[in-house]
């Protein structure tokens, strides 16, 4: 079983910083692309940032300069670096993954998503 854990969600002030981890587990042969989605009340989930197994990155227009994506794969894990955040930011922030999971046996790949992690920007 694969799972995703996000952390490091929380409440911060307009201009502020918040740092979100993504952390994949279970039977992983390997993590294709890795993806930060957020979803605001009332909005549709949309896409803010993905990285490639070899680290090529891309950014949604609202947070170019902003937000940084890395990813460990050593550890099997994936940040977002947030930075001058606004009101406009908040959001449940989800992480997802394209993984290859199993063994030397039997391999399969899926979509996995992560449970979510609340950011508030707010004064």
């Known amino acids: 079983q694969v799972q995703l854990v996000e952390s490091g969600g929380g409440l911060v002030q307009p201009g502020g910083s918040l740092r979100l981890s993504c952390a994949a587990s279970?039977?992983?042969?390997?993590?294709?692309?890795m993806y930060w989605y957020r979803q605001a009340p009332g909005k549709q989930r949309e896409v803010v940032a993905t990285?490639?197994?070899?680290?090529?990155?891309h950014y949604a227009d609202s947070v170019k300069g902003r937000f940084t994506i890395s990813r460990d794969n050593a550890k099997n894990t994936m940040y977002l670096q947030m930075n001058n955040l606004k009101p406009e930011d908040t959001a449940v922030y989800y992480c997802n993954a394209d993984i290859v999971a199993g063994d030397f046996v039997r391999q399969w790949t899926n979509n996995y998503w992560g449970q979510g992690t609340q950011v508030t920007v707010s004064s």
């Open positions: 279970g039977s992983i042969s390997r993590i294709n692309t």
């Open positions: 990285i490639t197994n070899s680290g090529r990155t």
